[in-house]
């Protein structure tokens, strides 16, 4: 059999490599071949792209996972803040980066598979990080279709948005300052007859919120519909 440099190193586990009997580490399994220097590392040498052969990092994951979260949750409220704005900008740049990483990895595994073949059975870590960027990017690509994060929460709060309606028809004041109703931060307004629910700014022009029926009355306009009576409103600011 052909000998590894002495300074040859297992890729996975960083296992020393010189000496060994089978072309197989014995610390964890992963096969290498001694004639080919991209299979194994040299201690002071330059990393191989046989590295990248492994599913996506922690350090990429959980900010997918953080950033999609915070996202799914932002478009789910009508109307956003202006640093919200900027945090998307961040998001949409991660993301790009994260497909990239996934990319570049996926071909590296394609490239290594033949020697993957010559591995001992072995415990693979991480496996499960490979679907949450596909997970991340399909929810992503699904808002287009349908804003179901704001549907979903809605039908949640529904119950408690029919009970308000129902108090606040035909009231003479209505209660100041924000308050929860459902799930939702709201503040209530009246334009004329039509009694509104501003969850947050939709632009420098505008505030969003949501409101029964669609016979709005002065600035208001009606956006998306929601579910039952219930729609989307907007307000522009004059
Ligand atoms: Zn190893």
Known sequence: MASVPDNATCIDCGYALRGLSDSVCVECGRAFIPGDETSYQLWEGVYSWRRWARPPTLRTILPIVVLSLWFLNEVSVPGRSLSACFLIVFYVAFMVYGVADFAWRWSACRRDA?????????????????????????????????????????????????????????????????????????????????????????????????????????????????????????????
């Open 114 to 238: 033949e020697r993957a073949s010559l591995d001992r059975p072995r415990r693979r870590y991480g496996r499960w990080r490979w679907v949450v960027l596909p997970i991340a990017v399909a929810s992503a690509i699904s808002l287009c279709v349908v804003n179901w994060p704001l549907r979903m929460r809605f039908a949640l709060s529904r119950a408690a948005f029919e009970v308000a309606q129902t108090q606040l028809d035909g009231a003479v004041t209505l209660p100041a300052g924000r308050r929860w109703i459902g799930l939702f931060h709201v503040e209530i307004r009246r334009e004329g007859r039509y009694i509104y629910y501003v969850t947050g700014q939709t632009s420098l022009m505008g505030e969003g919120g949501f409101g029964k029926g669609t016979r709005v009355e002065g600035e208001l306009s009606v956006g998306e519909h929601v579910a039952g009576d219930w729609y989307v409103v907007h307000k522009r600011f004059n």
